[in-house]
């Protein structure tokens, strides 16, 4: 005697293939996340006005498999042991697993664990704060992403280090930056932020 395999209902049939479509949408999204882009919200006043408290960009992940830095780039790199962070704790693998697919679709912030901001000094610049304007190389920096009439804290003249970066927040009165933490290694990027999404009207490549 042979037995039948049970055929599904309609409905049975639509919430497999639902359930299918999920799962693959959240395997995408971490996918996506882990080796090409992901979304970043901003945590900070650090840099305004180009980026506001609650803005979301997105990151390349791959932006600087193709080329080095650039000055001016807006870059989002894991926090300087010299900035003081928190360092995570230990987490169950099952958690983490959690957290990695809530934060790849949007559900969960990301820890506090990585910075904002733009790249002003490359390997073997010599930067330095003067009279309220940064020098590179002894020359004064265009900076045309600033707000008119904005002024740069004095710091002493530095040589950034090969594979370091210098780098500033827009918003020069209220940024921990290089110039409280010092260069940063070019291995702790994480991206490059590349177009801001939220909110929608202020859609825009960075």
Same mark, same amino acid.
């Given at each position: 005697m042979t037995l039948r395999k049970p055929e599904l209902t309609r409905g049975q049939r639509l919430l497999v293939e639902s359930v299918i479509l999920v799962v693959a949408a959240v395997f995408l999204a971490v996918l996506l996340r882990g080796f090409v882009a992901e979304a970043f919200r901003i945590p900070s006043a650090s840099m305004e006005p180009q980026l506001d408290i609650g803005d979301r960009v997105i990151v390349s992940r791959t932006a600087y498999r193709l080329h080095d830095p650039r000055r001016g780039d807006v870059i989002v790199f @894991?926090?300087?042991v &010299?900035?003081?962070c928190p360092r995570p704790g230990k987490t169950n693998i099952l958690v *983490?697993? +959690?957290?990695?697919v809530e934060e790849a679709v949007l559900? *969960?912030?990301p820890e506090p664990e990585e910075y904002i901001k733009r790249v002003i000094g490359l390997p073997g610049d010599k930067v330095e704060g003067k009279n309220g304007i940064v020098? +590179? &190389? @002894?020359?004064p920096l265009e900076e045309p992403y600033l707000p008119v009439g904005t002024r740069t804290s004095d710091f002493a003249p530095t040589v950034i280090a090969p594979g370091r970066l210098w780098v500033?927040?827009? &918003?020069r009165g209220n940024s921990s930056d290089s110039r409280v933490f010092g260069q940063i290694d070019q291995d702790t990027i994480v991206g490059r932020a590349i177009l801001r999404v939220w909110p929608p009207w202020r859609t825009a490549f960075l």
């Open positions: @894991d926090c300087p &010299n900035a003081g *983490r697993g +959690i957290h990695v559900l *969960r912030e020098y +590179i &190389n @002894d020359q500033m927040g827009d &918003n």
